[in-house]
């Protein structure tokens, strides 16, 4: 076949909104491999640093608040100066953060060590905290709205990928360099990245010197993001009804969230008694689980739209999975078997993780030029339910009582569920676009 017949597809490769996502899929996996570490390497850390599983607690409490007060703040921010140099900045900041964390215990001990740690946790969430909003206005400017749900399923893939890489990873790492060493290896990557967005990302399909106008007439006319956010927008979107609705769901399904993915590690070491390289390997197992309901939802969420409309397509898969991970708590309580608790509670952390791409697609349709602050908003909310399980399971954990945290994360799970049957995805997004 010759050159001019070639299928113009195949000549031009990867698209470049595919191209873009691959960036966005890499910010989310290392925002996970970053958050995840301190947990994962708390098995070393108590005994050398002298630290209690309350102490642990209030570490991940620093990360969750500083996590969950810069999300409005940095979608904001990510309307302002564009998610290319929005994404340079904080994903800098969080490397420094992260390194942070394995330098201070040479400096200090004691109480100040507490504090460095504290604050470099907070630094840590601080920086992350515009990461999933401004990604969300990326995916709404790359993307056909038909595909909002899948490349946001997907992109949470690469949180449940990041958090099932890192058990093994750092307990292995440990073992061989110990816990400092490994969490300044794994810190390294975020530069090569940092790099490689600041030369090839764009805001935009149109500011792109890639992209064909085949692309741009496929991706079609997307809400163009409103870097002039005033605050009276800003007041009249927070006292949108779905957009509180989605909040309040969101933080009700984070609960659980938080608990399988930051507590899981210490679960099966202490309460089903694996040892610690096993936990790290067998803590895997939940996240890889959620790696794949998190795409398998933004998928079926599609579908679900597309066969259904807005209103109940958004509204099937959250009706479905959150009362589904309800029950799957219930089951793990009572499990006797060890491995079975751990395949009981991979299944519910896979089936939490399908309402991902729900979540967020219903938060760009009622954002459409604000998409980053609904979404900073509503993932504050989000960030809200690790603020009230991180503290609640730090001293659960430590009195060794697994099955009322349990229990709670039920209780939260029903709530979410009850919440999507007011959301009304289908009647709202039209007065903000």
Same mark, same amino acid.
């Given at each position: 076949?010759?050159?001019?017949?070639?299928?113009?597809?195949? =000549?031009?490769?990867? /698209?470049?909104?595919?191209?873009?996502?691959?960036?966005?899929?890499?910010?989310? @996996?290392?925002?996970?491999?970053?958050?995840?570490?301190?947990?994962?390497?708390?098995?070393?850390?108590?005994?050398?640093?002298?630290?209690?599983?309350?102490?642990?607690?209030?570490?991940?409490?620093?990360?969750? !608040?500083?996590?969950?007060?810069?999300?409005?703040?940095?979608?904001?921010?990510?309307?302002?100066?564009? &998610?290319?140099?929005?994404?340079?900045?904080?994903?800098?900041? &969080?490397?420094?953060?992260?390194? &942070?964390?394995?330098?201070?215990?040479?400096?200090?001990?004691?109480?100040?060590?507490?504090?460095?740690?504290?604050?470099?946790?907070?630094?840590?969430?601080?920086?992350?905290?515009?990461?999933?909003?401004?990604?969300?206005?990326?995916?709404?400017? !790359?993307?056909?709205?038909?595909?909002?749900?899948?490349?946001?399923?997907?992109?949470?893939?690469?949180?449940?990928?990041?958090?099932?890489?890192?058990?093994?990873?750092?307990?292995?790492?440990?073992?061989?360099?110990?816990?400092?060493?490994?969490?300044?290896?794994?810190?390294?990557?975020?530069?090569?990245?940092?790099?490689? !967005?600041?030369?090839?990302?764009?805001?935009?399909?149109?500011?792109?010197?890639?992209?064909?106008?085949?692309?741009?007439?496929?991706?079609?006319?997307?809400?163009?993001?409103?870097?002039?956010?005033?605050?009276?927008?800003?007041?009249?979107?927070?006292?949108?009804?779905?957009?509180?609705?989605?909040?309040?769901?969101?933080?009700?399904?984070? *609960?659980?969230?938080?608990?399988?993915?930051?507590?899981? @590690?210490?679960?099966?070491?202490?309460?089903?008694?694996?040892?610690?390289?096993?936990?790290?390997?067998?803590?895997?197992?939940?996240?890889?689980?959620?790696?794949?309901?998190?795409?398998?939802?933004?998928?079926?969420?599609?579908?679900?739209?597309?066969?259904?409309?807005?209103?109940?397509?958004?509204?099937?898969? /959250?009706?479905?999975?959150?009362?589904?991970?309800?029950?799957?708590?219930?089951?793990?309580?009572?499990?006797?078997?060890? *491995?079975?608790?751990?395949? =009981?509670?991979?299944?519910?952390?896979?089936?939490?993780?399908?309402?991902?791409?729900?979540?967020?697609?219903?938060?760009?349709? =009622?954002?459409?030029?604000?998409?980053?602050?609904?979404?900073? @908003?509503?993932?504050?909310?989000?960030?809200?339910?690790?603020?009230?399980?991180?503290?609640?399971?730090?001293?659960?954990?430590?009195?060794?009582?697994?099955?009322?945290?349990?229990?709670?994360?039920?209780?939260?799970?029903?709530?979410?569920?009850?919440?999507?049957?007011?959301?009304?995805?289908?009647?709202?997004?039209?007065?903000?676009?």
């Amino acid at each position: 076949m010759s050159e001019a017949v070639v299928p113009k597809a195949r =000549v031009q490769g990867v /698209p470049v909104r595919w191209r873009i996502f691959a960036f966005l899929f890499a910010f989310g @996996f290392l925002a996970y491999l970053q958050q995840k570490t301190i947990t994962v390497a708390a098995d070393s850390l108590m005994p050398r640093l002298g630290l209690t599983h309350s102490e642990i607690g209030w570490l991940e409490q620093a990360f969750v !608040w500083g996590y969950a007060l810069c999300q409005l703040p940095g979608g904001i921010i990510g309307q302002r100066l564009g &998610a290319r140099r929005t994404f340079i900045i904080i994903t800098f900041v &969080a490397f420094l953060a992260t390194i &942070a964390t394995p330098i201070v215990p040479y400096l200090f001990s004691g109480r100040p060590l507490y504090f460095a740690l504290y604050a470099a946790q907070f630094g840590l969430g601080c920086a992350q905290g515009a990461i999933f909003p401004v990604s969300a206005g990326v995916f709404e400017s !790359w993307f056909p709205a038909r595909r909002w749900s899948l490349v946001q399923g997907l992109q949470t893939m690469a949180l449940g990928l990041g958090a099932a890489l890192t058990p093994p990873l750092i307990t292995n790492l440990t073992a061989a360099v110990g816990w400092q060493s490994a969490l300044l290896w794994t810190s390294l990557p975020a530069l090569a990245l940092i790099a490689g !967005w600041a030369w090839y990302g764009r805001n935009s399909p149109r500011e792109h010197p890639d992209v064909t106008p085949e692309e741009i007439e496929h991706i079609g006319a997307q809400p163009k993001t409103d870097a002039n956010i005033s605050l009276r927008q800003l007041l009249g979107l927070l006292r949108d009804r779905n957009v509180v609705l989605l909040f309040v769901s969101y933080m009700a399904m984070n *609960y659980t969230f938080y608990m399988l993915s930051n507590w899981v @590690f210490l679960y099966l070491r202490e309460e089903r008694h694996f040892s610690s390289i096993e936990s790290g390997w067998l803590a895997t197992a939940p996240p890889l689980a959620a790696a794949i309901g998190a795409g398998v939802g933004g998928l079926v969420t599609g579908i679900a739209i597309g066969r259904l409309g807005n209103a109940w397509g958004y509204r099937l898969v /959250p009706l479905i999975a959150m009362p589904a991970a309800a029950l799957l708590l219930l089951i793990a309580i009572h499990a006797s078997n060890a *491995y079975l608790a751990l395949g =009981v509670l991979a299944a519910c952390f896979g089936t939490i993780e399908l309402t991902e791409g729900a979540f967020w697609g219903a938060a760009m349709n =009622v954002g459409q030029a604000d998409t980053m602050a609904v979404g900073g @908003f509503m993932n504050t909310g989000g960030n809200a339910g690790g603020l009230i399980a991180n503290p609640i399971l730090g001293y659960l954990s430590g009195a060794h009582a697994w099955n009322t945290a349990f229990l709670i994360g039920i209780g939260f799970a029903v709530v979410s569920a009850l919440c999507w049957l007011a959301i009304r995805v289908s009647d709202v997004g039209k007065s903000h676009a």
